[in-house]
């Protein structure tokens, strides 16, 4: 962090470059939804509470377990032989190896976009929107750390599949800071009960504004961020164990 801190102006040029990423997104989704004043049962500031609540969880994720798709280039370097040599396990080797600040700057796009869509949204702020809003950044964040960690082991045995493994995190991303209302059927259970991406922050602003949701997403679910998170992260851990052994041989 002190290194990266110290380069003052690359450091700014990157952390500018996140904020410039950030805008381009919510500028798209601010364009869908001011054409109209209701899509997928959301206004256009409520659809930013999504956009804003989906990026906070998705960054804070990044900044933590982002580098994990960088799995192949420990392999072909060997970094990654010399992690499961300590005593220590592999995955917070991997996860405390490095801290992207630059990162942050999604966090700043999407805490602007909160502050602004909050009051435009008609939500009153009390002690249950607290809790909600907490439960959904915690678990959301969860639930995104899990997503990296699924693809990241899933390169154990795809070796060259960085990009399609980046399909299930930035596409799960992306997914997230839409209205799971405006999927199809089937899409709509894919993004809640595979992916959970509308646990991140769907259906948590469902639960806030009161809203009954879809079929087959009742807003209620909305608590249930860290509980999704979990059960995700037991599939995550199984695989990426399950990686390790296949990499090392130890599972032939």
Do not use: K
Request: hydrophobic share 55%; proline share 5%; with cysteine.
């Amino acid at each position: 962090m002190r290194a990266q801190l110290s380069y003052r102006t690359s450091f700014a040029a990157d952390v500018l470059a996140n904020v410039g990423i950030g805008l381009g997104e919510f500028a798209t989704i601010y364009v869908v939804f001011s054409r109209t004043s209701e899509l997928g049962g959301l206004t256009v500031w409520q659809a930013a509470l999504v956009f804003a609540l989906a990026n906070v969880a998705f960054s804070l994720a990044d900044l933590v377990v982002g580098h994990v798709d960088t799995l192949p280039t420990l392999v072909r370097t060997g970094t990654l032989d010399a992690f499961l040599l300590r005593p220590l396990p592999v995955l917070a080797q991997l996860a405390t190896s490095d801290v992207a600040l630059r990162r942050v700057g999604r966090v700043l796009v999407a805490a602007l976009v909160f502050a602004v869509a909050w009051p435009r949204a008609d939500v009153p702020f009390d002690g249950r929107a607290v809790a909600l809003l907490a439960v959904a950044v915690a678990g959301g964040a969860a639930i995104f750390s899990a997503v990296f960690v699924v693809a990241g082991s899933l390169q154990f045995w795809l070796l060259d599949g960085r990009e399609a493994v980046n399909s299930i995190t930035y596409g799960g991303s992306n997914a997230a800071q839409y209205p799971a209302s405006l999927y199809s059927g089937p899409l709509r259970w894919l993004f809640c009960y595979v992916v959970p991406a509308a646990f991140v922050a769907y259906l948590p602003v469902l639960a806030l504004l009161g809203e009954p949701g879809p079929a087959g997403l009742p807003a209620w679910l909305g608590w249930c961020s860290p509980l999704a998170a979990a059960v995700l992260w037991a599939v995550a851990l199984l695989l990426w164990r399950g990686g390790v052994r296949h990499y090392t041989g130890s599972g032939s």
